[in-house]
């Protein structure tokens, strides 16, 4: 079975940065479509970013674009999501996700709801003064 591990999470001010970070354990990442998610207290999943295999084809929820840049290193099995100028509303669990390719691209994997294959435990990003 796919496990997956965030790190990074944690408290920063209003136009902070953090780097999220999610790795797999024992198995490759090849060939699966690999997403961030985020859920706060009373507000519905939202897909943040995701990203396909075969082309690095990205996808990018409104809110966050042009501050969150995702990214693949497929060598070492891991994803990242590097979020800059962050604001209070970014505040929530952020978990990673992994889906085969062959069923999910990086859009409807960030937009259609799905029941992703593997999930990480979630890592906690606050953005407070």
């Known amino acids: 079975q796919l496990q997956l591990v965030e790190s990074g999470g944690g408290l920063v001010q209003p136009g902070g940065s953090l780097r999220l970070s999610c790795a797999a354990s024992?198995?490759?990442?090849?060939?699966?479509?690999l997403g961030w998610f985020r859920q706060a207290p009373g507000k519905e999943r939202e897909g943040v970013s995701c990203?396909?295999?075969?082309?690095?084809?990205?996808y990018y929820a409104d809110s966050v674009k042009g501050r969150f840049t995702i990214s693949r290193d497929n060598a070492k099995n891991t994803v990242s999501l590097q979020m800059n100028s962050l604001k209070p509303e970014d505040t929530a669990v952020y978990y990673c996700?992994?889906?085969?390719?062959?069923?999910?691209?990086?859009?409807?994997?960030?937009?259609?709801?799905?029941?992703?294959?593997?999930w990480g435990q979630g890592t906690q990003v606050s953005v407070s003064s």
């Open positions: 996700a992994a889906d085969p390719e062959f069923r999910t691209t990086a859009q409807a994997m960030c937009t259609l709801n799905l029941n992703l294959k593997s």
């Open positions: 024992r198995f490759t990442l090849d060939y699966y479509t």
């Open positions: 990203i396909d295999f075969t082309d690095g084809t990205t």
